[in-house]
């Protein structure tokens, strides 16, 4: 005799799977991937590589030997991890820094609060910033492009973010001469230090973010309205003063695109309608413009991310669809 089985709505069934989308983010990295390895060289390829392989395991022996339960590193969430923590570091970042950092990301910013989908904060932003604070010279030394022989030993420069940081400091515009024009931003080429192995090449990240909008891995509100929002900020600031850059050098400069694009969306951490996301961007792309412009560290992506996934559970409570049926009152 056939069962009939009953069960709560909804009954609709999708092809979306925590799987499919953590490989869909990270085939999206790819084009940002390749062209750190071709400017950075084996400094890249050696700093992305520890970094996954340092989250897969610690998420492996945490899962196993720690929380007592069947290890899911194949579900692609450490692997992702992993390469977005990577994309932030330096590409001459000591191998033993590089693993802490993997601890810290997985162990305290995933695993500490259960694992996958009970994270608050973007687990890869966690280890970032708790090694820029820890180790803030080792995290501050940028590459120069081009260093494709040497690891430990590449060449260091000032980052289009510092000159920006050094004009507002010394109220001089002139420093803003040096910095490269939009379109060697665009393409990641920078003549000087160029910043972290993942936001290189701003060009790689907007197609990255093309792919995932193809696939509805993420929608277009968090990133746009990040962007946006420090499109305008600086731009008046640029119209009020010259010592402040002008808005699309903010945009293509530093962890911006990364961060809007592949670390902000985080489903877990970011707010669910689309009203709270808008919210989110535009509170991250204030809070980055001023901690990049009057803060102590020339990049505030990081920081913005993290302070606004905290009010993540705030946005969600009070900016709701309207249930269906649901009267209200006059």
Not at 9 to 14: K, L, N
Not at 43 to 68: D, L, N, Q, R, T
Not at 237 to 255: E, K, M, Q, R, T
Not at 305 to 328: D, H, Q, S, W
Request: with cysteine; glycine share 10%.
């Amino acid at each position: 005799m056939a069962k009939f089985i009953v069960s709560l709505s909804p009954h609709a069934h999708g092809k979306d799977s925590v799987e499919r989308n953590m490989y869909g983010v990270i085939l999206a990295l790819v084009p940002a991937l390749l062209v750190s390895f071709l400017y950075f060289g084996i400094g890249s390829v050696v700093v992305c590589a520890v970094s996954v392989a340092a989250c897969v395991f610690f998420e492996w022996v945490i899962s196993k030997y720690v929380m007592g339960r069947q290890p899911s590193i194949t579900d692609g969430s450490a692997i992702l991890t992993g390469l977005l923590l990577g994309f932030n570091l330096p590409s001459n970042l000591p191998l033993w820094i590089i693993i802490i950092g993997a601890l810290v990301a997985i162990g305290i910013g995933k695993m500490t609060f259960g694992g996958l989908g009970c994270n608050p904060f973007n687990p890869a932003l966690v280890g970032r910033c708790f090694l820029l604070v820890s180790f803030p010279a080792q995290m501050t030394s940028w590459p120069v492009v081009g260093q494709l022989t040497s690891y430990a030993d590449a060449a260091t420069g000032a980052t289009p973010l510092s000159l920006m940081k050094t004009a507002i400091k010394e109220g001089d515009a002139s420093y803003l001469e040096q910095l490269p024009d939009s379109l060697t931003l665009l393409l990641g080429n920078v003549p000087e230090g160029a910043g972290t192995i993942g936001e290189v090449c701003a060009l790689a990240l907007l197609i990255g973010l093309v792919y995932m909008l193809w696939r509805k891995i993420i929608t277009w509100h968090i990133p746009v309205s990040i962007i946006a929002t420090v499109f305008v900020f600086c731009g008046l600031l640029h119209l009020a003063s010259p010592i402040y850059a002008d808005p699309v050098s903010a945009i293509l400069s530093g962890g911006l695109m990364l961060g809007a694009i592949f670390m902000a969306t985080d489903y877990v951490t970011s707010p669910m309608t689309h009203k709270g996301q808008l919210i989110y961007g535009v509170c991250i792309g204030l809070l980055t413009v001023i901690i990049r412009n009057w803060g102590s560290y020339p990049e505030g992506m990081s920081f913005a991310i993290l302070i606004m996934n905290a009010f993540t559970p705030l946005i969600n409570t009070y900016i709701k669809p309207k249930r269906f049926g649901e009267v209200v009152s006059k």
